[in-house]
């Protein structure tokens, strides 16, 4: 079993200046302790995960402290961009890391991230998979047909060019059609396990590898995003790891009941009745679906992912704003994995599979 990390930090604005601590902590340990990659998402005008609305920032500090991690956006929402810059800030980041990006993209669903780029929500999902043909034909060097500001079609090629001759895609799915057609186009995937059950991820994912094989594509390669705090009962309680997981989660549904809303959709949900679904999120995870465990527990954790069909799990970790906290619920991870004879030269996971880039 692959790890790395991933952020989505639901943190108020109020909280003061020292936000990022967390992140940058955990970038640290993330280098010394041999994961993989870290994945930062891209948000926009919501606390849940609002730390965060350009991935390629970040990460360019992350690629100045490391060497050999990997800087995934997990994901770049594509509809809200031109393709075009797009290719040229991440073409910067992958000649300034030494190549070492890769890019999750997504369609994106939440209606007000759309002021950015309002004609395009309804067709999101057919826009997100036309330009990401013209972010791999830029990425390439290819030269791509525009109109200019006085109307005029010029071919233009990006700069800089990339160190990668071939820039690793993800996408970033959660519905049961994507995960079939994204293993159909040969991507490797992010996912999570949000408001979905085991069994039915189970059945996403061989669904994924029956894409993957009916389209000639290897074995593909699936991440699961997890909770991840591993310590005792006692060290999770004096720092609060399940109240803070209930706090998160609280936010996740504030942010989908705002998301709702802009769709005019009124939910009629009270603050308590948010406070009880989310306490009862946080027990979950605690009981099962997440790296919330003592550090007895964590192998029988990997195992029933494994068993799911994951290759990776993207250990979620800014739930916590302590960051000594966080980095010391992620120790017994590496500690585990070391034990038990896992290599730590560091993947691409988009080589794992044949031909997962075209």
Known sequence: MRFSILFFAATPDSEGADRYRVFTRAVDWAEARGADAVWVPERHFTEFGGLFPNPVVPLAYAAARTQ??????????????????????????????????????????????????????????????????????????????????????????????????????????????????????????????????????????????????????????????????????????????????????????????????ARGVELSSTADRVRQLADDGARRLRDGGSLLCSPDELADRVTFFEDLGVDELALLVDFLDDADAVVEGLDPVTDALTAAGATRVPSRAFEQGANLVR
């Open 68 to 261: 050999r991690l990997r800087l995934r956006a997990g994901s770049v929402i594509l509809p809200l961009h031109h393709p075009v810059r797009v290719v040229e800030d991440w073409s910067m980041l992958d000649n300034l890391s030494g190549g070492r990006v890769e890019i999750s993209f997504g369609s994106g669903w939440n209606a007000n991230d759309f002021v950015l780029n309002p004609g395009h929500f309804e067709d999101r999902r057919e826009y997100l998979s036309e330009q990401m043909e013209v972010v791999r034909r830029a990425w390439r060097g290819g030269p791509l047909t525009l109109s200019n500001g006085v109307g005029a079609e010029v071919e233009l090629v990006t700069l800089p060019r990339p160190r990668q001759p071939e820039l690793p895609m993800w996408l970033t799915v959660q519905s049961d059609p994507s995960f079939a057609w994204a293993g159909g186009q040969g991507y490797p995937i992010l996912t999570n396990l949000n408001f979905t059950k085991p069994d039915q991820l189970r059945d996403r994912v061989a669904a994924y590898r029956q894409g993957a094989r009916e389209g000639g594509r290897g074995p593909g390669w699936v991440a699961l995003m997890v909770h991840s705090f591993v310590g005792s009962t006692q060290t999770m309680d004096r720092h609060g790891v399940v109240a803070a997981l209930a706090r998160y989660l609280a936010s996740n549904l504030e942010m989908r009941a705002q998301v709702s809303k």
